[in-house]
């Protein structure tokens, strides 16, 4: 937890009374490196914790690999050092280089934070849907998922309920993998980035060779960008839940692909935004 949570002096200021001084936890933001084969692909800023999983879901997301075979090993290296006040030098883990089974291309030189990968990144919504169905090994669009909206609808609370640091912090994204024909929570994972979430999920999917995640549901505690569908898509995952808004690029390539958008997902109330058939609808509706 030192790692994930670190602890902060503070002061607590209410209008009308005394300020109170004490102890409080922040979440962690640490830097990690990413190399593959020695050589750095990209940094991000990460909370310490599963980084294995966050590189093979950040690797999956970019069309690097797909499966858990191609994936073959990831190590810190030594070479991440810090030297305190004592002298001795300690290993920060914040320089990871993954190695790929023989015969896995490397990373293209351009994959570094790719062009289409985000909202601001100021190309059009057409080119930046066509680069996803080009990259994409997986397809969502005939997948048989279908769920109970009363199941969806108990997803957020489970999510809430398993994240730890952020009872401590307040200051996390969180996102989970559920089984749709269950509605078993299958992994969840906290970060201070909400796409460094959703890789570390995917990574763990990855490594429990569980891609595509035909018949599953990635649930999210913030909105719905883009860059988030993306991943889903990347992953064969074919639905998106957010008890948030999506954007406008996210609801179109996820209409475009054949994914289930699902938004300001709340108690028992959501948005659905595209292939509502695989909620469970009773045939009732309201024209309004």
């Known amino acids: 937890m030192s790692r994930i949570a ?18 409080d936890f922040l979440a962690a ?3 990690l490196e990413i190399r593959v084969g020695g050589k750095a692909l990209t940094v991000t800023m990460r909370t310490p914790g599963s980084d294995v999983e966050l590189a093979a879901g950040f690797l999956v997301s970019e069309g690097v690999v797909h499966s858990a075979d191609e994936f073959a090993t990831a190590r810190y290296c030594d070479g991440a050092v810090t030297t305190g006040d004592d002298g001795v030098s300690t290993n920060t883990y914040n320089v990871l280089d993954v190695a790929l089974a023989p015969g896995v291309a490397p990373p293209d030189p351009s994959i570094e934070r790719n062009f ?53 912090t307040g200051g ?48 999210v505690s913030g909105r719905a960008s883009f860059e988030l569908a993306q991943k889903a898509l ?27 958008l699902v938004g300001f997902l709340r108690g028992p109330s959501m948005v659905v935004y595209s292939r509502e058939d695989r909620l469970a609808l009773d045939g009732r509706s309201a024209i309004g």
């Not at 670190?6 to 102890?23: F, L, N, S």
């Not at 997986?138 to 279908?146: A, I, N």
């Not at 990347?234 to 289930?260: D, F, K, N, Q, R």
Request: net charge neutral.
């Open 172 to 219: 996390l994204h969180a996102a989970a993998l559920f089984d749709g024909g269950t509605g078993e929570m299958l992994v969840l994972r906290e970060d201070v980035g909400r796409h460094n979430a959703v890789d570390k999920v995917i990574g763990w999917a990855l490594l429990n060779d569980r891609l595509p995640a035909r018949g599953c549901v990635l649930m």
């Open 6 to 23: 670190a602890r902060r002096r503070v002061t607590r200021i209410t209008v009308g009374e005394p300020p109170r001084r004490r102890a």
């Open 116 to 168: 289409y990968t985000t909202s601001s990144c100021g190309v059009c919504g057409k080119a930046s849907i066509d680069a996803v169905a080009t990259v994409s090994r997986y397809t969502v669009d005939e997948d048989p998922l279908r769920i109970d909206p009363a199941t969806l609808a108990g997803f957020p609370d489970a999510l809430r309920a398993g994240q730890a640091v952020f009872e401590r």
């Open 29 to 31: 933001e640490e830097p």
């Open 234 to 260: 990347m992953a064969g995952i074919p639905m998106l839940a957010a008890v948030s808004a999506p954007s406008s690029l996210a609801a179109e390539l996820a209409s475009e692909a054949g994914l289930t």
